[in-house]
C-alpha cells in the first residue's frame, strides 16, 4: 500500500523561510507527478505546485518567485521550499502524487502539515 509521508512545517514569521519534504513509499509505487496543495480555514483545497517526473513543474500565481518544488524521482520524494513567506501563506499543506504500481494507477494524498506565518 503506498503511503505519503509530510514533514516540515511549523511557524514562521512573515518574510522567512521554510521548507517541506514528502515521501512516498510502499508498493512498488513509482510516482509519476508530485506536488502540494493548501487548504486554508473557510477556503477550497488549492493546487500550490506540481512537479512531474521529467521535471516540469507548475505553480500557483500567488507563489511564483517565491516557492520552488525540487524532486528526488530516485526517492519518491518532493520538496517546497517556500521563501518570503506571507501570512496569507498560512494553511495545511498537503502532499499528492500520482503514479503506478504493479496493481495499476495510484494517487494519494498525505494527511497534512501546518503552516502558519506570522505578520
Known amino acids: 500500500q503506498v503511503q505519503v509521508v509530510e514533514s516540515g512545517g511549523g511557524l514562521v514569521q512573515a518574510g522567512g523561510s521554510l521548507t517541506l519534504s514528502c515521501t512516498a513509499t510502499?508498493?512498488?509505487?513509482?510516482?509519476?507527478?508530485m506536488g502540494w496543495f493548501r487548504q486554508a480555514p473557510g477556503k477550497q483545497r488549492e493546487s500550490v505546485a506540481l512537479?512531474?517526473?521529467?521535471?516540469?513543474?507548475t505553480y500557483a500565481d500567488s507563489v511564483k518567485g517565491r516557492f520552488t518544488i525540487p524532486r528526488d524521482t530516485a526517492r519518491n520524494t518532493v520538496y517546497l521550499h517556500m521563501n518570503s513567506l506571507k501570512p496569507e501563506d498560512t494553511a495545511t499543506y498537503y502532499c499528492?502524487?500520482?503514479?503506478?504500481?504493479?496493481?495499476?494507477?495510484?494517487?494519494?494524498w498525505g494527511q497534512g502539515t501546518q503552516v502558519t506565518v506570522s505578520s
Open positions: 499528492w502524487t500520482k503514479g503506478f504500481t504493479t496493481e495499476g494507477p495510484r494517487d494519494v
Open positions: 512537479g512531474n517526473s521529467g521535471g516540469t513543474a
Open positions: 510502499g508498493g512498488n509505487f513509482n510516482a509519476v507527478i
